[in-house]
DNA sequence: ATATCAATATATCAATTTGATATATCTAAT
DNA sequence: ATTAGATATATCAAATTGATATATTGATAT
């Protein structure tokens, strides 16, 4: 498998559970993945060629006849076997970008006003995902007992937990930066 | 200003406060920085020769003659107020990119005691981040009401208080993978 | 019937980022 | 005098991003 293409991983795990087309592996990676971990046409379409010279993918002949292109992949026994060896790896690598916390590092350059406006479109961003999260969950939880929904939810559950601490702060960051606050930060 | 180019902002921020080379911004964004932004010499570099072109940034002649290769750049005032509108747009780019809910996600695939060692070896990362991040607090407090800190200081306890709710999900979430717990996530 | 819009589907490209590596100098310690 | 580590610039292959091109199919509206 290609060394640094972390997108491989992705994909032969979306394909562990069923066979997909490119355009299916956009979509499900845009779904509740799409929380944590991004993919685009361009990195997912070389991917699928690669990996399928590589022997880890194989494509299936599309079903119907006649009818539209349609390239549907299935994960081979050695897929499967990459796929656990990475998921039985210990380095890891789990990083934040974020944009509003570099403008809040630089926020001495403009009017206060304008790093809270950006706290404020930051926590509305963060709320408009908490729904969303909180929807996963009341699904997820009526099918909790079936086959990997609890990693599902577990996934989703790290998300609302981590956005809920988001919102505490921009309360707690607010007050600051409109001085209703003094040191007493942790309360 | 190249268009997509994230780190040209990064760059201009940091020499909003003072003269800096490509290795000294290197070590700027390595340090505080580094818990919500990346950059790297080959981005770093490239960066500032565009920048210094477009006259965005200047080079500052080396004070010490005969001395070895250094070149601190110096924000222009086309650089200081492309900085400000950067601050000044609403749009944002906050993304996660978390291997380790990618492997949760795909748990099903392996032994669940591979998916909790997992977790715990996010517990490990995630306390030792947290360590680093209340002594750069500590520090940040005794000089609070100094010019710009509040702002590395709020940078700060944004890591602190999602690090925080990571672990009190990994212990949740170690709970339920163990079976210690049944539906009753929340508590 | 047919026009139109949204969804399906594959594919490619320029710009950017990453992570590694190459090269060289200076400083401090042994 | 030698070595190790920090300083410093620079480049490269591989990967990612975000946009765009192209074409088909299915559903809705006229």
């Known amino acids: 498998m290609a060394k640094d293409r972390k997108?491989?991983?992705?994909?032969?795990?979306?394909?562990?559970?069923?066979?997909?087309?490119?355009?299916?592996?956009?979509?499900?990676?845009?779904?509740?993945?799409?929380?944590?971990?991004?993919g685009s046409f361009g990195n997912i379409y070389p991917a699928l060629s690669s990996m399928e010279e590589e022997g880890l993918i194989s494509k299936k002949k599309n079903s119907k006849t006649g009818s539209r292109e349609r390239i549907p992949y299935h994960i081979t026994t050695r897929g499967t076997k990459a796929l656990r060896s990475w998921l039985q790896e210990d380095q890891v690598s789990n990083e934040l970008r974020y944009e509003t916390l570099l403008k809040l590092y630089f926020g001495g350059v403009v009017d206060r006003s304008v790093t809270i406006r950006n706290i404020e479109i930051f926590e509305e961003d963060v709320k408009r995902n908490l729904a969303v999260?909180?929807?996963?969950?009341?699904?997820?939880?009526?099918?909790?007992?079936?086959?990997?929904?609890?990693?599902?939810?577990?996934?989703?559950?790290?998300g609302i937990d981590t956005y809920e601490a988001y919102l505490k702060w921009c309360t707690?960051?607010?007050?600051?930066?409109?001085?209703?606050?003094?040191?007493?930060?942790?309360?």
């Open 133 to 158: 999260l909180n929807m996963f969950k009341e699904n997820l939880e009526k099918v909790l007992d079936e086959e990997d929904h609890v990693f599902y939810y577990l996934t989703v559950t790290f």
């Open 7 to 38: 997108i491989d991983l992705v994909i032969l795990g979306l394909l562990s559970h069923e066979d997909l087309t490119g355009y299916d592996i956009k979509k499900r990676i845009d779904g509740a993945i799409g929380f944590f971990w991004k």
């Open 172 to 187: 707690k960051a607010k007050k600051l930066l409109t001085g209703k606050a003094e040191m007493a930060f942790d309360g």
